[in-house]
């Protein structure tokens, strides 16, 4: 008899190359959409209604980004991290397709980097994860990595690699998920402001003022909604006993969160286009309140689009401090009160 | 640069006669029809049935009036009250047509009142919002009065009136959202109730007898549901050093909640045709439970309409006090339980 | 005037032979799909992927089975148990028809035995419970029994009947919900296991590892997704002064986490087939984690189907125990840690 339990894969069982197809495929559906709304307060227009999206040139809402991203990257939790101890990192991120209610999504990673740690008790995985729709269109793809624990600290490690990764998404890599946008029909009173891709300008800061306190039952019926089974989120029996004594939200959450916060400020960002990179600084628990700042790093065309402009944005979350004042980092060292440092594009109608 | 976040508007900020186009069209699906029945355990036939409201008259199951509703409201408070100390009331409210998954909703506000308080430090604004589906088909429309902050003590006031509001709307004014009802196939047995329009009398009182606790992830999925971006129902970090200590429970939330607990005494009052006034007499915190009780205030035939008739309903709801005894008011005092007062016209088979 | 609340059956108002129209006719949505999902982290392939579904011969994603028994099971609520003190058991339950997206369930119950208990102040009721959809077709029967109080302890018992219960479903009862599944296509890595009903043995025990706290506003909306209205459930005022001085979480919710649990190491076991027994040895309550472990107790191919065979699983379920050592009962006496002991057939791919 084969034990039938999957305990995971540990450091010395990823090999450089290999490529990983997840399990559960996931038909996306309003009721998704629904629940998206509904744990983070999402007011994006054209991810809200069908006519405001019908209006600007898509066949109808589509599904927003990150509820995407997250369902992609809860695939790859049983095989890539489920004996993690941190997500370290996110780049190059892709938001390839659209994706409406009624695709089905799966998805790939392959194994691009290795590198055991000085202690051999841990090493770090990094992996492109693709996500696929019906057609076997990609939709999304990433590369994150990880921190993993061996299984056996003496096993050998067969080949290290360390990637090079791309600090941003190049414009041209931009915009391949969004139809051409009919700009002469955004309403900007039903988007929510009148400020366009031209009214921003590099380095300007935004306090998105509003916090949002999060709870237990938020969180986990969020990253059960993707279907992502990392036990620290779940499991107060053994996270009580654990490092930080309470269960860990999933780090996209908060990403999330800042994004639906930041609506105030960015309404018309309507279409999150690609992620450069982003660090979970420090754990968000259930009864935080978290607040957001955005910084606008690039501004950009898009080549051959006069529809478009694409904004660089670095988005800082903190939890229990308003960012009235932009907490931040100052060489290395966060303001203690940071959990998230976030960098990505994000379209605006021009 | 523009700053790009919105304060929103302060009581010298209105002006009579002013309409404001509120932002985010949202599409209503039944994603946010099952995220309502599972936060109220609402149970209404015609609602909660496409096979039920389809053999009584209907297309197929509408959207609970309510939640068209808060929908509604939502979009009204980023301009209306986000600086709003208080809701003081609604009156006039009229369901108009009715609205099916896959309608999308906007909304339109008219300043129809100002006054200023004596200490010149907040005032009163009256609004007539309406609610409409993708086809510039008016929905609902609803008066309600807030008590706004000003944003300086010494900005003068222009124009000052209180508008002249209906104690309740009349019965030639309800019905317009309800198609006619085939009332031979109104099957009691699978509607809950043997009671119809003929059965109830003026005056009686109906103790609806369950109580619902409500927890902080409830009201603050359902409010983020509404896109209602009050501070007040989400921002622990804020309210922890306010008045209460503690987040406020969205007041719609236990209209929700009083009006799912009565169909326990009128499950056969599947639409409410018109709002004819509200107060919320005391707020509901996280951790207490709603119980409610009603009154028939009155009953009225509709004009040529012999499948329905209308019952003017009062519905108290108390917290932590079962409804037993009908907790009520004295004079201008009420039982200090008490933390709804809802005036409102249901339709019933005849 | 008569009264207009129900205050639900007592033991002497049920009569041997009585059939029982329930109310609220539910239509089942893709929004109530996305919100089980939410709400337990189910992942089998056939119901969360309308691709997968369609692959292995479904039109597309069925309902979930345990969503189809909790809807069937909370419309009998209020007329069998509104005045249970305990739901003793479950037997005979078999999934007869695939229900999908946009069917309409209603449910009646008959009465089939009736025992007094020798105290005179309680019974026990059997019914008989039967789902149907839309078009008058079964899609799912069960025999449940609870100890009911009476009214009045002097109420004579007319007639009494404890009926006779299968221990288990015959393998020539199951199927009946499952098209011919297309075996060849069935995708391992997809479906998340390579194991398949040849690759398990009677005997064979299956510790599902993980565990998974519970919340009070998860089980509560759950709950009322089902529309469930037992009072236990929902009311901290009264539940607070009562035995266990906090609100008892629904028993069905305990079965719906044990069985998203076993996915890990019964990925494959996409079809619940019948329910041939239940027990809920011990409550649960909001804050303790719930870990499962199953045992194969026969294995047996469908007569004249080689597509699909039956696994008869027990399903413990415990909270706050991890499940490594199968906590079990030693003769009538269950471990502490016991909550849910479960025995029902799953089909898997050959």
Redesign the interface.
């Known amino acids: ?2 034990p ?4 995971g894969n540990f450091f010395e069982d990823f090999r450089l190359g290999q490529m990983i ?7 996306v ?7 998206y ?5 999402m ?1 994006f ?1 054209v991810q ?5 999206a019908a209006t600007v040139g898509y066949p109808r ?1 589509p599904v927003d980004d990150l509820l995407v991203f997250h369902i992609v990257f809860g695939k790859t939790v ?1 095989d890539v991290s489920l004996n993690a101890i941190a997500n370290l990192g996110y780049a190059g991120g892709r938001f390839l397709k659209p994706v409406y209610p ?1 695709d ?1 999504l ?1 998805a790939v990673s392959e194994v691009i980097g290795l590198k055991e740690n000085s202690n051999r008790k841990t090493g770090v995985v990094y992996v492109r994860s693709t996500g696929f729709n ?1 057609h076997g269109e990609e939709v999304l793809d990433y590369v994150r990595w990880v921190m993993v624990r061996k299984r056996d600290e003496s096993a050998p490690v067969v080949e290290q690699h360390v990637p090079t990764l791309p600090k941003a998404l190049a414009p041209a890599a931009l915009g391949t998920a969004c139809p051409r946008i009919d700009t002469a029909e955004w309403n900007e ?5 009148p ?1 366009r891709y031209d ?3 590099v380095g ?1 800061r ?8 999060v ?4 969180h ?6 993707y ?1 992502n ?1 990392a ?1 620290v989120h ?5 996270e009580g006993k654990g490092r930080f004594g309470r ?1 860990l939200i999933y780090g996209g959450h908060v990403i999330s969160l800042a994004r639906a916060l930041s609506f ?4 018309n960002a309507f279409h999150v286009a690609a992620i450069n990179g982003g660090r979970h600084v420090a754990p968000l628990f259930a ?1 935080e ?1 978290v ?1 957001a700042w955005s910084e606008v790093l690039d501004k950009q065309p898009l080549p051959a689009r006069s529809d478009v402009g694409a904004l660089r944005i670095r988005t800082i979350a903190t939890k ?3 960012t009235t004042l932009f907490p931040d980092k100052t060489g290395e060292d966060y303001d203690p009160a940071v959990i998230l440092d976030f960098d990505y594009w994000v379209l605006l109608p021009r």
Chains 1, 2, 3 share one sequence.
Do not use: C
């Open positions: 008899m084969h039938k339990t999957s305990a197809r997840h399990a559960v495929p996931r038909t559906t309003v009721g998704d959409v629904s629940l709304t509904a744990l983070y307060g007011r227009a809200s209604s069908d006519a405001f809402s049983p009624g089905t799966h019906q009173a039903l988007a929510g402001s400020y009214d921003y300008e300007e935004i306090d998105h003022v509003d916090g949002m306190t709870e237990e039952a938020e986990q019926i969020a990253t059960r909604l279907q089974t036990k779940f499991n107060q029996h053994s269960r105030n400020g960015l309404a009864g309140t607040f229990d401090k308003p």
